[in-house]
């Protein structure tokens, strides 16, 4: 019994066998099909082969995703803007749709972002041109505006407003100060940064 209904929840393509609620994508190795939704990629999007992305996620243009990190968008979506970057060992997630949260909470990243090796990011919003250090979370429902810090190894407590041009550190994360001119252009840069590295790497995987 038990065999029979492992092998009708599984459907042949040209490719083989496969689970239809969990499918790696033919020629990528490490993306993953979720319920029928897919990830979408834009132009330029460096994936290390080391990481997973899965579901309905989609990345804009020169977004680049490094090793050990995983961006799973399964129960709702995942959106990162161009030119962000998720450095090593982050983990990317939502909120379903429950009790607690008719509608669930998508994660939504803005564009030329970064985020430090080791954060998590969890069901929020992220703004243009912030920086989240490394080690740092960022709980459901929480929103940083644009061009905004937090520092390494914060932790941004559900539905916390981090408002644009501030430092936010501690556990829990509370305001420290206001940015500096250099601080919020060097978060910019950071970000092209990570796109020059980016294609560097593309290069060396074509």
Known sequence: MIFWFAFFLCIRNQQGWYHPFDMKIPGNKNIYRFMNESPELGSRVYIDSRASVSGSVFLGDDVSIWPMTVVRGDVNRIT???RSNIQDSCVLHVTHEGPWQPDGLPLVIG?????GHGAI????TIGDRCLVGMGAMVMDGAVLEADSMVAGGAVVTPGKLVPAGTLWRGNPARQARD????????QAYNAQHYVRLKDLYL????
Do not use: K, M, R, Y
């Open 179 to 186: 940015l500096s001119a250099d601080e919020i252009g060097n």
């Open 203 to 206: 290069l060396e995987t074509d």
């Open 111 to 115: 564009e030329d972002v970064t985020v």
């Open 80 to 82: 990162i803007g161009a």
């Open 121 to 124: 990011l969890h069901a929020c």
